[in-house]
């Protein structure tokens, strides 16, 4: 049964950065068929995509985010990473991993629909 | 950026009832990029339907998906206390966006 779990800080000083870690258990985050993703929720509000990685290192930004933003990934560990430099009061969310399917387009892999969630950890920006 | 508005905000029903939420697209979406979530409280979306009209594993027939364009609906027919939850659309179209969910309650 593959799982993703996040990890890191509850609390960021403004100004500071923002890093989270996916563990990915029960498969391999070499394999092809998925990218690995980022997605926040503001308290009480809806969905945000952040970004999302493939295996062979091609990385998608949300365009709003894209400056403060980096992914990377660990294939050693088996996990994924997000970095939110600058961080604000507008940061603070509950920061979601998740795996989406991957869809061929043309000659592309790119990323579809989120089959698989983490369970989330609330992140507090605050001095 | 493609902006989805999802109608109704909140969705109040009997159990039984059938619920329709719509989910409207700025420009046209194929039908293969739009999926909907489900979100009860204090826990992590699940993933209901992808493609417009599949349903993901597990998800029994109650759910089902329509519409292409960008006029989509998810559709839960024989409402149950369990289906009390925010309801999102997503398309994956170009740089994916979700829309604002709708909340579905059981009266």
């Known amino acids: 049964q593959v799982q993703l779990q996040e990890s890191g800080p509850g609390l960021v000083r403004p100004s500071q950065t923002l890093h989270l870690t996916c563990i990915v258990s029960g498969d391999s985050i070499r394999t092809g068929a998925y990218y690995w993703s980022w997605i926040r929720q503001r308290p009480g509000k809806g969905l945000e995509w952040i970004g999302n990685?493939?295996?062979?290192?091609?990385?998608n930004y949300n365009p709003s985010l894209r400056r403060r933003v980096a992914i990377s990934l660990d294939t050693s560990r088996n996990q994924f990473s997000l970095k939110v430099t600058s961080v604000t009061a507008a940061d603070t969310a509950i920061y979601y991993c998740a795996r989406a399917q991957g869809g061929v387009r043309g000659v592309i892999i790119t990323a579809t629909h989120f089959d698989l969630w983490g369970q989330g950890t609330l992140v507090t920006v605050s001095a | 950026e493609i902006v989805l508005t999802q109608s109704p905000g909140t969705l109040s029903l009997s159990r039984g009832e059938r619920a329709t939420l719509s989910c409207r697209a700025s420009?046209?979406?194929?039908?293969?990029?739009l999926a909907w979530y489900q979100q009860k409280a204090g826990q992590a979306p699940r993933l209901l339907i992808y493609g417009a009209s599949s349903r993901a594993i597990g998800i029994p027939d109650r759910f089902s998906g329509s519409g292409s364009g960008t006029d989509f609906t998810l559709t839960i027919i024989r409402l149950e206390p369990e289906d009390s939850a925010v309801y999102y659309c997503?398309?994956?179209?170009?740089?994916?966006?979700f829309g604002g969910g709708t909340k579905v309650e059981i009266k």
């Open positions: 997503h398309q994956y179209g170009s740089s994916p966006t």
């Open positions: 990685i493939y295996y062979n290192g091609n990385i």
């Open positions: 420009q046209s979406v194929s039908s293969f990029d």
